[in-house]
């Protein structure tokens, strides 16, 4: 014993931390707004309030303009290189030595002279000249020694320049034909080479004197209002506020912080929805897949709004969180339904910037689909659940927007098309209803009542080979109906599993005697040999269950029908004709086991009570009384109900309800009087 206590810890554990982390792998790890804005539109989320001090960030716009109006003003640096000047007039005159051909030897002066004036005003390589015309820099400085001083763009010249500005000289310009077979060019180069280092300083300088924000949100300042219009100057607030967050979450300590946070929530919230189970819904552990559909149905929605919360085009308003307790309502329980239900919203809302409204909604919505569907047998009733939680949703929404707006314009109406739009996702629940059944081995009312249409094969071939059975099984099913209704138990499963309890007598029919008309095979059979085969009809029925599909729960009614009571009437008659012989009990003895829901013994006493019934010599109130509360008093001295939750009161009301039952069924008619003849 002690050591399957430790055995349950050990699951329930590894099932905490499993969901645990896939719930939070699943949510966002950083405080990160998933803020979908747009200016001119209302505020579609609730009031905003900053939660700590952060600057209003200039737009991209605003500051590339003021940062072209900085690089206005920028003077890009050049060296001036005075050894290139004296380089490039002896090259000229080492180069024409014997003076120019066809001209006068005071040429060679006039075009040095002309070098050197170019050279003073200054020559820079045509690639960068060319890039200063194009950046609309007017101004350049140029550093000659340790001096730097601002000259205009336009009083430099490039390479190509120079060698024209060399022909505009009055007394060059005359020759200029000859002097162009001199190839001039070769002695003008650039004497102005680029400083990178003290302009990219200087550029530096300029864009450093640029503020990036163009004021301070105080904590705890109201930003914007929910329904309020977003201005220009809001967006831009918002959007700083957004960019202030990922600057934060950069920080590696407050990431850990936050994810560590996140672990101490949903682990105290699945530990206490666990708790929950272990106290007063242990038995839901003994049942693998009801417990794997409770934590699977949290784990799924959380992921789903993760996933919204990432995409900001979808509202998590569009998610039917209402479907969850849907499900655990038709399957289990209404309080199951409301524990997961929270469990699951409270995780949900942790991921939400304003997580209070969703709660509200949400749990109320939960607790209306919980009210509205004790019982989910036609798809009506799951259309009216729809319509009862987007009403609630929406008038819950509607108290909301009444308290937080000044007038009516200033309500944002789209939040009630996702509300809307949640009612109509509410019921994709009816086909998901079959997938949950099918994977977690579940049944629903509405299989129940599939499997209660006398159209069905198997029912429909007892009808035609055994009609006797098939009259007894409609006749107890009612008796059986009636015992739930009074004891509050499941009614439509009691129902269908007292249609099918008695299958197995379809594989032998005639040794059955609601099934014999005057011939009895069993005379020409042992006692032992009739018993086997009365008892067989179990076992016959479960192959039968096997063959045609039917749920587990319709298996156990056919199991347990008979418990592991005994063949009587063989077995009486076969001590008697043996009375010095020992009997086998166990040749007399149904497999079993006995009943273990209150469920499979109302059908137990309902199908002993209505079998007996037929062969009572007159029915009156009294022996109706008496049968009912010898067998059912027999049964209960025998132990058939010691493994079921029934109760001593339950057992009553069953006697009672048996017993009215039957005084109506057998009951005596008057004789009708014959017409005299004259």
Same mark, same amino acid.
């Given at each position: 014993?002690?050591?399957?206590?430790?055995?349950?810890?050990?699951?329930?554990?590894?099932?905490?931390? &499993?969901?645990?982390?896939?719930?939070?792998?699943?949510?966002?790890?950083?405080?990160?707004?998933?803020?979908? &804005?747009?200016?001119?539109?209302?505020?579609?989320?609730?009031?905003?309030?900053?939660?700590?001090? #952060?600057?209003?960030?200039?737009?991209?716009?605003?500051?590339?303009?003021?940062?072209?109006?900085?690089?206005?003003?920028?003077?890009?640096?050049?060296?001036? =290189?005075?050894?290139?000047?004296?380089? !490039?007039?002896?090259?000229?005159?080492?180069?024409?030595?014997?003076?120019?051909?066809?001209?006068?030897?005071?040429?060679?002066?006039?075009?040095?002279?002309?070098?050197?004036?170019?050279?003073?005003?200054? /020559?820079?390589?045509?690639?960068?000249?060319?890039?200063?015309?194009?950046?609309?820099?007017?101004?350049?400085?140029?550093?000659?020694?340790?001096?730097?001083?601002? &000259?205009?763009?336009?009083?430099?010249?490039?390479?190509?320049?120079?060698?024209?500005?060399?022909?505009?000289?009055?007394?060059?310009?005359?020759?200029?034909?000859?002097?162009?077979?001199?190839?001039?060019?070769?002695?003008?180069?650039?004497?102005?080479?680029?400083?990178?280092?003290?302009?990219?300083?200087?550029?530096?300088?300029? +864009?450093?004197?640029?503020?990036?924000?163009?004021?301070?949100?105080?904590?705890?300042?109201? /930003?914007?209002?929910?329904?309020?219009?977003?201005?220009?100057?809001?967006?831009?607030i918002v959007e700083s506020f957004?960019?202030?967050?990922?600057?934060?979450?950069?920080?590696?300590?407050? =990431? %850990?912080?936050?994810?560590?946070?996140?672990?101490?929530?949903?682990?105290?919230?699945? +530990?206490? #929805?666990?708790?929950?189970?272990?106290?007063?819904?242990?038995?839901?552990?003994?049942?693998?897949?009801?417990? !794997?559909?409770?934590?699977?149905?949290? *784990?799924?929605?959380?992921?789903?709004?993760? +996933?919204?919360?990432?995409?900001?085009?979808?509202?998590?308003?569009?998610?039917?969180?209402?479907?969850?307790?849907?499900?655990?309502?038709?399957?289990?329980?209404?309080?199951?339904?409301?524990?997961? %239900?929270?469990? !699951?919203?409270? *995780?949900?809302?942790?991921?939400?910037?304003?997580?209070?409204?969703?709660?509200?909604?949400?749990?109320?919505?939960?607790?209306?689909?919980?009210?509205?569907?004790?019982?989910?047998?036609?798809?009506?009733?799951?259309?009216?659940?729809? *319509?009862?939680?987007?009403?609630?949703? *929406?008038?819950?929404?509607?108290?909301?927007?009444?308290?937080?707006?000044?007038?009516?314009?200033?309500?944002?109406?789209?939040?009630?098309?996702? +509300?809307?739009?949640?009612?109509?996702?509410?019921?994709?629940?009816?086909?998901?209803?079959?997938?949950?059944?099918?994977?977690?081995?579940?049944?629903?009312?509405?299989?129940?009542?599939?499997?209660?249409?006398?159209?069905?094969?198997?029912?429909?071939?007892?009808?035609?080979?055994?009609?006797?059975?098939?009259?007894?099984?409609?006749?107890?099913?009612?008796?059986?109906?009636?015992?739930?209704?009074?004891?509050?138990?499941k009614a439509q499963l009691v129902?269908?599993?007292?249609?099918?309890?008695?299958?197995?007598?379809?594989?032998?029919?005639?040794?059955?005697?609601?099934?014999?008309?005057? /011939?009895?095979?069993?005379?020409?059979?042992?006692?032992?040999?009739?018993?086997?085969?009365?008892?067989?009809?179990?076992?016959?029925?479960?192959?039968?269950?096997?063959?045609?599909?039917?749920?587990?729960?319709?298996?156990?009614?056919?199991?347990?029908? %008979?418990?592991?009571?005994?063949?009587?009437?063989?077995?009486?008659?076969?001590?008697?004709?043996?009375?010095?012989e020992p009997v086998d009990d166990?040749?007399?003895?149904?497999?079993?086991? =006995?009943?273990?829901?209150?469920?499979?013994?109302?059908? !137990?006493?309902?199908?002993?009570?209505?079998?007996?019934?037929?062969?009572?010599?007159?029915?009156?109130?009294?022996?109706?009384?008496?049968?009912?509360?010898?067998?059912?008093?027999?049964?209960?001295?025998?132990?058939?109900?010691?493994?079921?939750?029934?109760?001593?009161?339950?057992?009553?009301?069953?006697?009672?309800?048996?017993?009215?039952?039957?005084?109506?069924?057998?009951?005596?008619?008057?004789?009708?009087?014959?017409?005299?003849?004259?």
């Amino acid at each position: 014993m002690k050591e399957l206590h430790w055995r349950d810890i050990l699951t329930r554990t590894i099932l905490i931390i &499993v969901t645990v982390t896939i719930v939070v792998w699943s949510m966002p790890h950083d405080s990160r707004s998933y803020y979908h &804005v747009e200016e001119g539109k209302p505020w579609k989320y609730a009031d905003f309030t900053a939660p700590f001090d #952060f600057p209003i960030y200039k737009s991209e716009a605003v500051i590339r303009e003021e940062r072209d109006s900085a690089l206005s003003q920028y003077e890009p640096y050049y060296k001036y =290189n005075q050894a290139v000047e004296q380089q !490039m007039v002896q090259k000229f005159y080492k180069d024409y030595a014997d003076g120019i051909p066809d001209l006068a030897t005071s040429y060679m002066d006039i075009i040095s002279n002309r070098l050197r004036s170019l050279y003073q005003q200054g /020559i820079i390589d045509q690639k960068d000249y060319t890039a200063l015309l194009a950046d609309t820099t007017s101004m350049i400085r140029i550093v000659n020694d340790k001096q730097a001083s601002s &000259v205009s763009v336009m009083e430099i010249y490039s390479p190509k320049q120079a060698y024209e500005q060399l022909f505009q000289d009055e007394k060059l310009s005359p020759v200029r034909t000859i002097l162009q077979k001199c190839n001039l060019n070769e002695y003008i180069t650039p004497n102005l080479t680029y400083d990178s280092e003290r302009s990219e300083a200087s550029k530096n300088d300029l +864009l450093a004197g640029i503020a990036l924000a163009s004021g301070v949100v105080q904590k705890g300042e109201k /930003i914007i209002g929910r329904g309020d219009i977003v201005t220009e100057k809001t967006y831009r607030i918002v959007e700083s506020f957004k960019k202030e967050n990922e600057l934060r979450n950069e920080d590696v300590k407050q =990431n %850990h912080l936050s994810l560590f946070g996140q672990i101490l929530y949903v682990g105290i919230l699945v +530990l206490s #929805f666990t708790i929950y189970l272990s106290l007063y819904r242990k038995d839901y552990f003994q049942k693998p897949r009801s417990t !794997m559909m409770l934590y699977a149905l949290i *784990i799924i929605f959380t992921l789903l709004t993760a +996933l919204f919360m990432r995409n900001t085009v979808l509202h998590v308003y569009l998610l039917p969180y209402a479907m969850v307790p849907i499900f655990i309502r038709v399957f289990m329980d209404s309080r199951t339904a409301f524990m997961t %239900h929270i469990t !699951m919203v409270l *995780i949900c809302a942790v991921m939400l910037q304003h997580p209070f409204e969703f709660i509200v909604i949400e749990t109320v919505s939960g607790l209306v689909a919980i009210s509205s569907l004790r019982e989910l047998s036609q798809r009506s009733q799951l259309f009216k659940t729809a *319509i009862f939680v987007t009403i609630t949703s *929406i008038t819950v929404n509607m108290a909301f927007d009444w308290m937080n707006s000044y007038g009516l314009t200033e309500i944002d109406y789209s939040y009630y098309n996702y +509300l809307v739009a949640n009612g109509i996702m509410l019921l994709f629940a009816y086909p998901l209803l079959y997938l949950i059944e099918k994977t977690f081995g579940f049944t629903s009312d509405i299989t129940l009542i599939e499997l209660s249409n006398t159209n069905n094969e198997v029912l429909r071939q007892m009808s035609e080979v055994a009609p006797g059975t098939f009259n007894h099984s409609i006749q107890v099913a009612n008796l059986a109906g009636e015992i739930a209704n009074k004891i509050g138990a499941k009614a439509q499963l009691v129902r269908t599993g007292a249609l099918y309890h008695d299958i197995g007598k379809l594989s032998n029919p005639i040794y059955y005697t609601e099934n014999q008309s005057g /011939i009895n095979p069993h005379e020409m059979l042992t006692d032992i040999e009739s018993a086997q085969i009365i008892i067989s009809h179990v076992t016959e029925g479960l192959k039968m269950a096997d063959k045609y599909n039917l749920p587990r729960v319709i298996r156990d009614f056919i199991a347990t029908h %008979h418990g592991q009571g005994k063949a009587k009437y063989f077995y009486v008659h076969y001590h008697n004709e043996h009375p010095d012989e020992p009997v086998d009990d166990l040749l007399f003895t149904y497999p079993g086991p =006995n009943p273990f829901t209150r469920e499979q013994a109302c059908l !137990m006493m309902a199908d002993t009570i209505e079998a007996a019934s037929r062969s009572l010599p007159d029915y009156t109130e009294q022996s109706i009384r008496e049968l009912v509360e010898r067998l059912i008093d027999g049964q209960v001295a025998d132990g058939y109900f010691r493994e079921c939750p029934i109760t001593f009161r339950d057992i009553q009301y069953a006697k009672t309800v048996l017993i009215e039952k039957l005084k109506t069924i057998y009951h005596t008619r008057v004789n009708y009087p014959t017409e005299k003849k004259a």
